[in-house]
């Protein structure tokens, strides 16, 4: 993958996440705050990849969504990504 960037998070900016989706998440209310979390992930994912169409942007966020079930915390397997595009690893 050449290009490609690697972005690491720091153990404070992971705390901070972590304290806002624990607050987003609760019983009862976490269905409309999930949905506002998942927009802003999108919509800086479109910001980003701009050169990639919605379907293939869609077909991107649902890989990456579904390599996250699979392991806790691991970098996207480069197979996912396409055309230098960077892999978040967190």
């Known amino acids: 993958m050449v290009g490609a960037v690697e972005i690491k998070m720091t153990k404070l900016q992971e ?3 972590k304290r806002i989706f624990k607050q987003a998440v609760v019983q009862g209310q976490h269905e ?4 506002r979390i998942y927009k802003l992930l ?9 050169e990639d169409n919605m379907p293939t942007l869609d077909a991107f966020m649902l890989e990456c969504f579904e390599a ?3 392991v806790y915390y691991k970098a ?15």
């Open 68 to 70: 996250s079930q699979s």
């Open 42 to 50: 999108r919509e800086a994912a479109e910001i980003e990849f701009t």
């Open 32 to 35: 409309n705050n999930l949905k």
């Open 76 to 90: 996207i397997p480069r197979s996912i990504c396409k055309k230098g595009e960077a892999r978040i690893r967190v």
């Open 15 to 17: 705390s901070h996440l």
